[in-house]
């Protein structure tokens, strides 16, 4: 194969792996951050370095290259309320050894997104999510917590609530690497009006 089309065949057929998520300010991800380590320290695993941490409203995986632009068309067309997020709660899933964060009550604008961004990604032929999963707001704080490290899920975040007001989604790539996930925000959309909540 001539080396053009050879590089032509790879330009075609390489892909990104994205998602859709809320970035948090630089505060309150140190907040999160800090709250991560110590969690770590106490039950094991690996901490979410402040600059990683996110709140995913939808995973695609992997995209050919040639569809981010229409990724990011799709995105910018969607409109929503901003608002804002009370984190105050922490969670861990034993199925994947997750220590989280989240909300105990999300604001229904979360939902009204989510739901939004998703049904324009599906009429424009992407596909998003975990198979027959339901989306459950969680910020990732600790992965590979060990098993039975911790007994009682489900309890106050230990600073109390945090206040997140989110008044833009991203598009987020993931570069994987032998010591996590590095990310880079490749798109920002705006959400409608001040972030309540
Ligand atoms: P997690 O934090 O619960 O692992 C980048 O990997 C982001 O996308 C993370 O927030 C991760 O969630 C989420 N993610 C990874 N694979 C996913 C999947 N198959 N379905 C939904 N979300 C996924």
């Known amino acids: 194969m001539p080396a053009e089309s050879r590089q032509q065949v790879t330009a075609k057929r390489a892909t990104a792996r994205v998602f859709f998520a809320l970035w948090p300010s630089a505060e309150s991800a140190g907040e999160l951050g ?4 110590e969690a770590a320290a106490r039950f094991g695993g690996r901490a979410t370095r402040p600059e990683s941490i996110h709140l995913t409203l939808a995973f695609l995986g992997n995209v050919p290259e040639a569809r981010l632009p229409a990724l990011l068309a799709v995105a910018a067309a969607v409109s929503a309320e901003a608002f804002t997020l009370s984190i105050n709660r922490l969670d861990f899933w034993a199925h994947n050894h997750l220590l989280w964060a989240g ?3 999300p604001p229904a604008q979360l939902a009204e997104l989510v739901s939004t961004l998703c049904e324009a990604l ?9 198979a027959g999963g339901e989306f459950s707001p969680h910020v990732s704080l600790v992965r590979r917590v060990p098993a039975g490290a ?5 309890c106050p975040l230990p600073v109390g609530t945090l206040r997140w007001p989110c008044s833009r989604f991203v598009l987020v790539r993931s570069q994987l690497s032998a010591t996590g ?5 490749i798109g920002e959309f705006p959400l409608a009006g001040e972030s309540r909540g």
Not at 34 to 37: E, G, L, P, S
Not at 181 to 185: F, G, L
């Open 34 to 37: 800090q709250i991560a380590r």
């Open 103 to 105: 909300c105990s009550a």
């Open 122 to 130: 599906r009429v424009a032929g992407f596909k998003t999510g975990r």
């Open 150 to 154: 911790v007994s009682s899920a489900d």
């Open 181 to 185: 996930s590095n990310y880079r925000i």
